[in-house]
């Protein structure tokens, strides 16, 4: 996608594969800095303090770090030693335990010699089958817009999103933003409503981002008013990504988009998913039993970074110095409460057997790694 009207994606390989660069997502929308990543610390420590978020990125940057493994020392010891360091930086997302397997799978068919080279290679071809996977859910997904926008004969679409699940959360497209950006592009007159999403607030600082740097036309919402805005006719359709859902179509993703889905079902907004399938864990059923919920410092509700008058990014406190704070970062909507899943597939009924139906190649086998001494 477009930032200052020059194309960038998420992340790439640099230095003639000696580094990788990252668009450094904590100083936005304030400040576009771009990182070099050179060791597979570096890497983890990007995934951990969030300097890329978002399932599918969390994924590609976990392939890089661990070719920049294998660029150090190409052995199974530090594979094994890369690949646990990478799967702890962030536990709910199986997009990252994902693309580990994946690398690995790849590196140990191969002798340590060649494993360099490789590692890049099969990094990229994830990153580029990332961005393939976003098309596809903007292809799918285009249609249910278009169809709003004929039910509401050319008048302009009000979509709500939560979170980022925008381009910065993938390597390009995103995953809900690919149908918006498709529309939007086509001509279709639509409008975002972005939640804030607190504590972080990827919607207000990411998503309002980049869906300004593109011209759609969006409104930042506190994350209490998606039920009133629904309510009172504003919003025609919601769609949210996942950092993990389960083959019963259960689907966590970002805290409070639970809470979105409560209320577009009680009042008949259709509630959309974008999954590629990366980010569906075909091993596991009952979301609220069996997704690892990430808790993050409480320092994220009770400070809050911005930009000062001074023109420097600054943190101030929010809240009385005694209180406790409790940072859940995510959190379960059941199946029950989702009108359909946009994959790369098509759209897909909210459900055990229509997610097999599409992926039966995945039923009832594990895609995901995890480190020896967590199974
Ligand atoms: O904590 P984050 O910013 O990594 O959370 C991101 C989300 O919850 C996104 O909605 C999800 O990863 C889907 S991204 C296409």
Redesign the pocket.
């Known amino acids: 996608m477009r930032v200052a009207g020059k194309a960038f994606r998420t992340i790439w390989p640099a230095g003639g594969d000696a580094s990788i660069h990252i668009i450094d997502q904590t100083r936005l929308p304030h400040e576009f800095e771009i990182l070099s990543i050179h060791t597979v610390s570096e890497a983890a420590h990007a995934i951990k303090e969030?300097q890329v978020?978002?399932?599918?990125l969390?994924g590609v940057t976990a392939a890089y770090g661990l070719a920049l493994a294998m660029r150090a020392e190409p052995s199974d010891a530090n594979l094994n030693a890369a690949s646990a360091l990478l799967a702890a930086a962030r536990p709910t997302?199986v997009n990252l335990q994902w693309a580990i397997a994946s690398m690995r799978g790849h590196l140990l068919a191969l002798p340590p010699s060649e494993r360099a080279g490789a590692g890049f290679a099969h990094a990229g071809a994830i990153a580029e089958q990332d961005v393939g996977l976003c098309q596809a859910i903007g292809a799918h997904g285009l249609p249910l817009i278009r169809a709003a926008s004929a039910r509401k004969q050319g008048r302009t679409v009000d979509i709500l999103t939560?979170?980022?699940?925008g381009w910065l959360?993938?390597v390009d497209w995103?995953?809900?933003t690919a149908p918006i950006y498709m529309a939007h592009d086509e001509g279709i007159a639509l409008h975002v409503w972005v939640d804030e999403t607190r504590p972080?607030n990827?919607g207000a600082s990411l998503t309002a981002w980049e869906l300004g740097q593109h011209g759609v036309p969006h409104t930042i919402i506190v994350d209490n008013a998606g039920g009133h805005l629904m309510q009172h006719g504003e919003v025609d359709l919601v769609i949210?990504?996942?950092?993990r859902t389960t083959a019963s179509g259960d689907v966590c993703?970002?805290i409070g988009t639970y809470l979105k889905a409560l209320a577009a079902h009680d009042n008949g907004v259709p509630f959309y998913v974008?999954a590629p399938s990366p980010?569906i864990d075909f091993s596991i059923q009952d979301g609220i039993a069996e997704v690892p919920i990430e808790t993050r410092s409480p320092k994220e509700i009770t400070h809050i970074p911005g930009l000062a008058a001074s023109g420097r990014i600054e943190t101030v406190g929010l809240t009385p110095a005694g209180s406790a704070a409790l940072n859940y970062?995510?959190d379960i909507t059941p199946a029950r409460l989702v009108t359909g899943f946009i994959t790369e597939r098509g759209v897909i009924a909210a459900s055990r057997d229509a997610l097999a139906k599409a992926f039966p190649e995945r039923v009832g086998k594990g895609s995901s790694w995890k480190t020896p001494a967590a199974e």
């Open positions: 969030m978020r978002g399932a599918p969390i997302a939560h979170c980022n699940a959360a993938t995103g995953t809900a972080r990827q949210v990504g996942t950092d993703n970002k974008a980010s970062a995510f």
